[in-house]
Structure formats: structure tokens, C-alpha cells
T-cell receptor, first 112, second 113 residues
């Protein structure tokens, strides 16, 4: 079974803090993705990576950065958290040229 | 510009009846379509998919229909069960897009016992 693990289920941070969200997959997938899910807006792609040290902007990259130093790990970084980044964050991974993405359980982030 | 649209935010059906969830897309480059199911406080799980070379794909109680000329797909669940109550996301991808998916906003299905 594919396993995508997100380090935290719930996180509470203060405005201006630097926040790290970690994601690890155990299936040797080339591609990894970060989304946020907000009510009425569905899943929106923040960043994705198709190889180690490679990254591409998704639809809403502003205020975020990512890091992929190892194939199995993809980190989402909020350089200076703001209240409008309160959301559910979802990590996913997939094989190259395969469309099915496998998701982690999500991290509910609250920025106060 | 929303390329994948799920225009109905919610649907309520009686247990045992058919649930029909609709999805429209605008990008003619999309050639692979997926449905995901999401329970609260969990990540989405893959349900069923269809390639643009087909017009129907079936897996147990779940069938997806694709009408390329109308740029429309639908998910049929027969018979519906209370455990099917969840948010369903339609997603689409194009060949060569590094598995990048474009998601709709989702539809909340409630199956009444």
C-alpha cells in the first residue's frame, strides 16, 4: 500500500512565524505535490516537484516555498505565516507519467 | 479561470437509490479524468478514473461516464450507501503534465438511511 505521511495532523502557529510542513512517501514516487483545501474552493495546487531539487509553482505559490532534498521527502515552508494561510494542507505523490496521486491525511494549520 | 467545474455543491439521495455526480471541463487538452472521495479530517482517496479513449469505466458500484463532445463526465453510484456520504472531487490531467491534476471544487454527497 502507498503511504504518504504528513508530520502533523494539527498545527497552531502565530502570525509571522516560520512554519515547516513535512511530507514523506514510501513508494519511490518521482512526483510530489502540495495543495491547500478551503471550503468552497476545492483543492488548489501550491507547488509540485518532479525530481529531487526540482520544483515548479502551482496555481497559488505566493507566500510559500518548498524543499526537496531527498526523493521521499517534500517540505512546504511558510516563511512568515499569515492568518489567510489558515487552511487544510494536503501532500500527494505519484509515479512519473501516472496520473493517480496518493494523498496524505492532511495538516490542519491555524495561524493566529 | 476554472477549468474543472462541479456546479452543484451538494447532493442528497436516499439509501439504495442512484447518486449521479456531474463534472464539466473546459480544457480540450485534458485526456484523463479521476474521481476522488474525501471524508472530513482525511486526505482524498482515489476512487475511479477514465481515459479519453473510453466513454465508460466501471468498478463495482461506481461507474464513470465521459462525453468528450460535451466536455462532461459523471460518476454514478448504485446503490448508494450511507458510507458513501463524503465530498467527491473531479480531477483532470493532460498528457505530459507531470501528473499534475486540476481539481473541481467538490460536491458533498449525503446518503440518507
Amino acid at each position: 500500500d502507498v503511504k504518504v505521511t504528513q508530520s502533523s495532523r494539527y498545527l497552531v502557529k502565530r502570525t509571522g512565524e516560520k512554519v515547516f510542513l513535512e511530507c514523506v512517501q514510501d513508494m519511490d514516487h518521482e512526483n510530489m505535490f502540495w495543495y491547500r483545501q478551503d471550503p468552497g474552493l476545492g483543492l488548489r495546487l501550491i507547488y509540485f516537484s518532479y525530481d529531487v531539487k526540482m520544483k515548479e509553482k502551482g496555481d497559488i505559490p505566493e507566500g510559500y516555498s518548498v524543499s526537496r532534498e531527498k526523493k521521499e521527502r517534500f517540505s512546504l515552508i511558510l516563511e512568515s505565516a499569515s492568518t489567510n494561510q489558515t487552511s487544510m494542507y494536503l501532500c500527494a505523490s505519484s509515479f512519473n507519467n501516472k496520473n493517480i496521486q496518493y494523498f496524505g491525511a492532511g495538516t490542519r494549520l491555524s495561524v493566529l | 479561470d476554472q477549468q474543472v467545474k462541479q456546479n452543484s455543491p451538494s447532493l442528497s439521495v436516499q439509501e439504495g437509490r442512484i447518486s449521479i455526480l456531474n463534472c464539466d471541463y473546459t480544457n480540450s487538452m485534458f485526456d484523463y479524468f479521476l474521481w476522488y472521495k474525501k471524508y472530513p479530517a482525511e486526505g482524498p482517496t482515489f476512487l475511479i478514473s477514465i481515459s479519453s479513449i473510453k466513454d465508460k469505466n466501471e468498478d463495482g458500484r461506481f461507474t464513470v461516464f465521459l462525453n468528450k463532445s460535451a466536455k462532461h463526465l459523471s460518476l454514478h453510484i448504485v446503490p448508494s450507501q450511507p458510507g458513501d456520504s463524503a465530498v467527491y472531487f473531479c480531477a483532470a490531467s493532460a498528457t505530459g503534465a507531470n501528473s499534475k491534476l486540476t481539481f473541481g471544487k467538490g460536491i458533498t454527497l449525503s446518503v440518507r438511511p
